[in-house]
């Protein structure tokens, strides 16, 4: 999986003598959702406790609070 666009060539450019000095070999994670692992594991159990029978594959309680309805 890989990352493009002005994000990369920002972090590229806040970071460039870390990132030479690990020879541009690195591990990044991105956060999408705005909200850390935990907080959104358990809100995922709690759904799928909750709703048992709803398919958990799309779940929608974790929308980005910059989400404008859209619909992919």
């Known amino acids: 999986m890989g990352l493009s666009g002005p994000a990369v060539l920002k972090i590229s ?19 999408f959702i705005s909200i850390d692992m935990d907080e959104a594991e358990e809100l995922f159990q709690n759904f799928k ?6 398919a958990s594959d799309n779940p929608r309680f974790l929308k980005s609070p ?3 309805g859209r619909r992919s």
């Open 66 to 68: 910059t989400d404008s």
């Open 13 to 31: 450019a806040w970071e460039a003598i870390s990132l030479a000095k690990l020879k541009y070999n690195f591990e990044i994670e991105v956060n």
């Open 49 to 54: 406790q909750s709703n048992p029978k709803k």
